[in-house]
């Protein structure tokens, strides 16, 4: 019995440094890289919510804990980032190409921040009322944007791109 639980540990042990080994190239996608432009935040309380429940898959200001570079966690969490980043970048915020209506209904369906990660950082939920506070401060934020217009309308808010002078 003591031979079989030997080669099971040493089986584990063989597999653990193989998927260790396959996963530098994933490891080395790990980067932070420099903070090109920020946006033109709204309020410093718009910017700790989103650093609080965002930063960490929205920008290049990405916390790597220890279990993010352990094969197989490291796949999952480094392509969500390359994801993240890819679909929206605090830290490069000049190439924005969202509408202010797709961060609501993310934030408000309860798919960002994402489950999974929420159960490792809890600090990241954000109650109902920080909620609406960064919805908020989100449209104010895309407002303040270069290219984007965001008006109230009959007291909701609205996200519109503005065209090059065509009002057709």
């Known amino acids: 019995m003591a031979t079989i639980i030997k080669w099971i540990f ?26 090109v432009q920020e946006p033109n935040w709204d309020s410093e309380q718009t910017r700790s919510l ?28 480094t392509d969500h980032v390359i994801e993240g980043r890819q679909a929206l970048n605090f830290s490069d915020w000049g190439a924005f190409d969202e509408e202010a209506e797709e961060f609501a209904e993310v934030i408000n369906e309860g ?28 449209y104010a934020t895309v407002n303040n944007s270069p ?13 519109e791109r503005e065209t090059d002078g065509d009002d057709d």
């Open 111 to 138: 798919k960002m921040p994402l489950p999974d990660y929420l159960k490792l950082h809890p600090e990241a939920r954000l109650s109902a009322a920080e909620k609406q506070q960064l919805i908020a401060g989100l």
């Open 50 to 77: 989103a650093r609080r429940a965002c930063f960490d898959c929205h920008s290049n200001e990405t916390r790597w804990p220890i279990y993010s570079r352990i094969a197989p966690i490291a796949w999952v969490v």
């Open 10 to 35: 040493i089986s584990a042990l063989g597999i653990f440094v193989v998927l260790e080994l396959v996963a530098i190239p994933t490891l080395a996608k790990q980067t932070n890289p420099s903070v």
């Open 147 to 159: 290219g984007q217009r965001h008006e109230a309308n009959d007291g909701t808010q609205r996200n």
